[in-house]
């Protein structure tokens, strides 16, 4: 399950498309779940992705679905957790996650995946700065892509700073590769970097640990949820607004006032 992460228009689904065709050729079955966490209204990414898609409807050995943001709270994640867990329990040997950026809800999309690949492109300028507290942690694999421009070097020297800075304590460095998407290349290097990355996590049950980990991020997920739920119901209709009300009106304290509420859903 490969998770690609990135900034609007970097080239994930260019890329999630040349990785599609790659594997394919090797003859393993591919699962594509394209998410759009920041669009809600508009869908025209996905639109656009299901046209460029087009090629491969008639290949029933790739399964595309695509999914924009449901709105609600964890929703995204969770319905993206679920499609992912039917997609691996169908058997499908590849699974590629597309999602844009690096908000919390996109690193909970990403860490679901088995491997995360960070797409950067050249020309953000002090970008790189400002996300590398999300995605560095979170890349187990850096693509420059649009490397056919300017700056990709730059780029490229930025990561490698901040690896020196930062070292995993898995001891894992995460490959750089150098992609130009739009015409194919550097994608072989790719699907190199994640075989290279997926023969080291089955070394010293290293995927299974990742597994555990992940799962214990995602029963707590679904806890929350789940509880979150049932003190909505118990709330009903309306009464947020007034206690809200209170609260802003300082007639109660918001610290008790939620102690009670919990209370309430605990006893259910
Ligand atoms: N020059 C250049 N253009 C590229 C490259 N890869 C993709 N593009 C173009 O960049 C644009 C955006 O590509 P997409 O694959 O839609 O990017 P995305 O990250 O999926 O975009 P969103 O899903 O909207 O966030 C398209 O016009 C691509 O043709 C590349 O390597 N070089
Ligand atoms: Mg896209």
Same mark, same amino acid.
Do not use: C
């Given at each position: 399950?490969?998770?690609?992460?990135?900034?609007?228009?970097?080239?994930?689904?260019?890329?999630?498309?040349?990785?599609?065709?790659?594997?394919?050729?090797?003859?393993?079955?591919? *699962?594509?779940?394209?998410?759009?966490?920041?669009?809600?209204?508009? *869908?025209?990414?996905?639109?656009?992705?299901?046209?460029?898609?087009?090629?491969?409807?008639?290949?029933?050995?790739?399964?595309?679905?695509?999914?924009?943001?449901?709105?609600?709270?964890?929703?995204?994640?969770?319905?993206?957790?679920?499609?992912?867990?039917?997609?691996?329990?169908?058997?499908?040997?590849?699974?590629?996650?597309?999602?844009?950026?690096?908000?919390?809800?996109?690193?909970?999309?990403?860490?679901?995946?088995?491997?995360?690949?960070?797409?950067?492109?050249?020309?953000?300028?002090?970008?790189?700065?400002?996300?590398?507290?999300?995605?560095?942690?979170?890349?187990?694999?850096?693509?420059?892509?649009?490397?056919?421009?300017?700056?990709?070097?730059?780029?490229?020297?930025?990561?490698?700073?901040?690896?020196?800075?930062?070292?995993?304590?898995?001891?894992?460095?995460?490959?750089?590769?150098?992609?130009?998407?739009?015409? *194919?290349?550097?994608?072989?290097?790719?699907?190199?970097?994640?075989?290279?990355?997926?023969?080291?996590?089955?070394?010293?049950?290293?995927?299974?640990?990742?597994?555990?980990?992940?799962?214990?991020?995602?029963?707590?997920?679904?806890?929350?949820?789940?509880?979150?739920?049932?003190?909505?119901?118990?709330?009903?209709? *309306?009464?947020?607004?007034?206690?809200?009300?209170?609260?802003?009106?300082?007639?109660?304290?918001?610290?008790?006032?939620?102690?009670?509420?919990?209370?309430?859903?605990?006893?259910?």
């Amino acid at each position: 399950m490969i998770g690609l992460t990135g900034a609007p228009g970097a080239g994930k689904s260019t890329l999630v498309d040349q990785l599609a065709k790659l594997y394919r050729k090797q003859d393993r079955s591919v *699962g594509i779940v394209a998410v759009d966490p920041t669009s809600p209204y508009t *869908g025209g990414a996905i639109l656009g992705d299901r046209i460029r898609m087009q090629d491969h409807f008639a290949d029933p050995g790739i399964y595309i679905r695509s999914m924009a943001t449901r709105g609600s709270l964890g929703g995204l994640a969770r319905t993206t957790a679920d499609v992912t867990s039917v997609l691996d329990a169908s058997g499908r040997d590849v699974i590629l996650i597309e999602t844009v950026g690096v908000g919390q809800d996109e690193i909970d999309i990403v860490r679901l995946a088995d491997i995360t690949v960070v797409i950067l492109v050249p020309g953000m300028g002090d970008d790189v700065q400002t996300i590398k507290a999300g995605i560095m942690e979170i890349a187990d694999i850096f693509v420059i892509n649009k490397s056919d421009r300017e700056g990709a070097e730059r780029v490229e020297r930025e990561i490698r700073a901040l690896q020196s800075l930062a070292t995993r304590n898995d001891g894992w460095t995460p490959p750089i590769v150098k992609t130009v998407a739009s015409e *194919g290349s550097g994608v072989q290097e790719l699907v190199a970097a994640v075989a290279e990355y997926e023969s080291y996590l089955q070394k010293e049950n290293r995927a299974l640990k990742k597994n555990v980990e992940n799962w214990q991020e995602r029963l707590i997920e679904m806890l929350r949820d789940t509880m979150l739920e049932k003190a909505r119901a118990q709330l009903g209709d *309306g009464n947020l607004t007034r206690l809200a009300a209170e609260v802003a009106e300082h007639k109660r304290d918001p610290y008790t006032l939620v102690e009670e509420l919990a209370a309430k859903v605990k006893n259910r």
